[in-house]
């Protein structure tokens, strides 16, 4: 059998089928076999259990007053027209002293009399090959009654046992062919109860990268696969969901580098049209360079963000003052915000186990982002406060025009920006908000965003210390 037949349920289940019905036969046919057995025998023992009960009423009855002579002819008498049954009557030495026939009885008619036991006869072959069943009495007769007589009585069933192997090798036979047709039936049974297995890999097999909308059917299809069907329909919509992420972080990640590279090659081109002064030179190079940075700085965020996606990211184990290190960021942005004359502020405090340099790139990034979004005299805060699920929550706001709300679930997407129409050459990758939420996940928190009333507060929730 290859392995595809082994592991071909519809076999598995066919073959179990067909075990079952052969077992279940199995049974029938002994249990049927052993009653027809029974009824010959009850047969039987009606003849020998009569015979039993009349000779032993003629030796109770004409052995007081007739000769051993005349005893075998009354006993002749009785068992006149019943052809294949004999009796025999032994004295107490168990010598014969009748018998119609010459048959050899088995000691177990003497050993063990089966007087008033007539469910328990004895089965024997004789030597001439033919079998016979007996049963056997003691009973005490004669002038005085007691003297001890053994009567055995048999009858030759061999009829008996032609019918029974003619019908048992009928019965197997039988037993044989239901099986087969049962496990045949079976089988189309299984087929024809798989189809719907059969259907879903049809259906299935048709969902390309181009149809991954296409769900399978739920209501054509049985109780029994309906959990199936949810769990593949849930893994399409998620395949669904990544596969459009993916397509648009390549296409996003395609123009961000195509940008600098683009501005890359059409300078060098320019420059090399025509002979230039060092200076030029020096401020072509200089131009290059901030092109390249932006470049590297875009490839090792994205470095980050695939190794947060495969679970790379393990941050340190250090105790972190939270204020103090907030404080110390919101002290680098002051020059920024005092260009645009933005309030800084910060309020709260808390303490934290994580890795400090990935915390502070995450804080970073979002006071970043608040700084290029609020207007001249706008305002930018940061709370500090637990709540009261033992996490500690940093809480980043500022001031300016609302996040219109379809857009506050794909805020932390690769390359993502609410307006797709401002040019991509400020300093922002697009990056910045989706490696903040790459290490919030890393330390075992969660972010959040929400945009109204001239607000909009990013937070974050980070596993409180236990002291």
Known sequence: MNVTWSRSLTLRLTLLFA??????????????????????VQQDMEALSGK?????????????????????????????????????????????????ENLAFPPALFDRPTVNDPERPIKWTAPDGLPWRGISAAVTAGIDGKIPYT?????????????????????WVFITLATLAIGLLGWVVVRRG??????????????????????????????????????????????????????????????ELRTPVSNLLTQTQVTLSKARSADDYRDILASNAEEFERLSRTISDMLFLAKADNNQIIPNQELIDLAEEIGELLEYYDVLADEKAIVLSLTGNGQIVGDRLMLRRAVSNL?????????TG????????????????????????????????RLFNRFYRVDSSRQR????????????KS?????????????????????????????
Not at 367 to 375: C, E, G, I, K, Q
């Open 19 to 40: 075990l079952a019905a052969a077992l279940v036969l199995f049974l029938l046919g002994l249990l049927i076999g052993n009653l027809v057995e029974q009824h010959f």
């Open 52 to 100: 039993m009960e009349l000779t032993q009423h003629i030796l109770k009855r004409d052995s007081k007053t007739q000769d051993n002579e005349a005893l075998r002819r009354q006993l002749d008498d009785a068992l006149t027209g019943h052809h294949g049954l004999v009796v025999a009557v032994f004295g107490p030495s168990r010598q014969a002293l009748y018998g119609n």
């Open 151 to 171: 009567i055995v009585i048999a009858t030759e069933i061999s009829h008996h046992e032609h019918f029974m192997s003619g019908f048992r090798g009928t019965l």
């Open 194 to 255: 798989l189809a719907p297995l059969h259907s879903i890999k049809r259906q299935a097999a048709e969902i390309t990268a181009n149809r991954l909308h296409t769900r399978l059917p739920a209501e054509a299809i049985p109780l029994e696969l309906a959990a199936l069907t949810d769990t593949l329909n849930d893994m399409l919509s998620r395949l669904e969901e990544s596969f459009q992420r993916l397509s648009d972080f390549s296409s996003d990640l395609a123009h």
């Open 367 to 375: 006071l970043s982002n608040a700084l290029r979004h609020t207007p």
């Open 378 to 409: 706008g305002t930018v805060t940061v709370k500090i406060n637990q709540n009261g699920d033992g996490k500690t929550l940093v809480v980043v706001e500022n001031t300016g025009s609302d996040i219109p709300v379809e857009h506050l679930p």
């Open 425 to 436: 050459t400020t300093e922002s990758s697009g990056l910045g908000l989706a490696i903040t």
């Open 439 to 467: 290490i919030v996940f890393a330390h075992g928190g969660n972010v959040a965003v929400d945009s109204e009333g001239g607000k909009t507060c990013f937070t974050l929730s980070l596993p409180s210390t236990h002291r």
